[in-house]
């Protein structure tokens, strides 16, 4: 019992890590139709981006990260101009691996450029003792993870529900066909999706550097369990990122605390399939209908 209230706690602050990665891959989804298996690259080199003008140009961290953030919009922008739509008709499928081929060359590139000292010691975001009560003591770090990833949700959670545009991302998720006919401008609407999505990978990214150390492969674990918590809570459904970060990094941390850190991998993708088995759409996704 003395592991479990401990290993909860940070458990939910590394689920809203998980979360907010998560949500950068519903956005996509939501706006595009298409998974984004390159989310965890673009987190890891945005947040080589910051360490750079960290270490390099002496930037402080705030100055460094929103220039960084202002770039990686730019960057998602020009990959979804220059990657995602030439040739969109080609299919979700052609789509979906070009995304993993921009996730394999931005790992190359990071290798080659920064692959040498890996890995690195990225700068403290935060400091100070946290919260402390008793047995029950919250780090900093989880504090802040909790915090940005409530803020993100509720943020995203208005945009997709009451502005013009973002219901406009979600008409062209439904049907971009039928979208285009009724005069929505699908390409603006792409990049900017793209452009949103890098800045949340950028966010993820630095936030987790600090205590995962940076390196190109850094975000390969963090992608599969967002991926595994955006299926538990429904690849449609923002909140159900958030949920499903939160169940995925809980019962890893109590499984890895009071069995084997190598079980909680077992547990975690058992639990996928049980999901996706009894409940293909999700905790809280809806459930899509096709014709056959």
Request: hydrophobic share 60%; proline share 5%.
């Amino acid at each position: 019992m003395d592991l479990l209230i401990p290993a909860a706690i940070s458990g939910v602050g590394l689920g809203c890590l998980y979360g907010l990665l998560g949500f950068a891959v519903v956005l996509l989804f939501k706006s595009t139709g298409v998974p984004n298996f390159a989310q965890g690259a673009l987190c890891t080199l945005g947040a080589f981006w910051v360490f750079a003008l960290i270490g390099q140009a002496g930037w402080p961290v705030a100055v460094a990260a929103l220039a960084a953030l202002a770039a990686a919009v730019l960057f998602g922008v020009v990959v979804f101009l220059g990657v995602m739509a030439p040739r969109g008709s080609a299919g979700p499928l052609n789509t979906t691996l070009r995304t993993l081929g921009l996730s394999l060359l931005l790992v190359a590139v990071m290798e080659f450029v920064w692959g040498e000292g890996a890995p690195y010691r990225f700068p403290p975001l935060i400091t100070g003792a946290g919260l402390s009560s008793g047995m029950l003591q919250v780090s900093p770090q989880t504090l802040l993870a909790t915090g940005m990833a409530v803020l993100v949700a509720a943020a995203l959670w208005a945009f997709f529900r009451f502005t013009a545009t973002g219901l406009s991302l979600r008409a062209v998720a439904e049907d971009a066909d039928t979208a285009r006919l009724l005069g929505v401008r699908t390409l603006r609407l792409g990049a900017l999706s793209w452009g949103l999505s890098a800045a949340l990978s950028l966010l993820v990214g630095v936030l987790i550097a600090p205590t995962a150390f940076l390196s190109p492969t850094m975000m390969d674990s963090y992608l599969l369990f967002a991926f595994t918590a955006v299926v538990l809570g429904g690849l449609t459904s923002l909140p159900g990122a958030l949920l499903g970060g939160v169940i995925v990094g809980v019962v890893s941390n109590i499984t890895a605390a009071v069995m084997d850190p190598e079980l909680a991998i077992v547990v975690v993708f058992g639990l996928l399939m049980i999901t996706l088995l009894v409940r293909p759409h999700g905790l809280l996704g809806q459930p899509q209908s096709a014709r056959l």
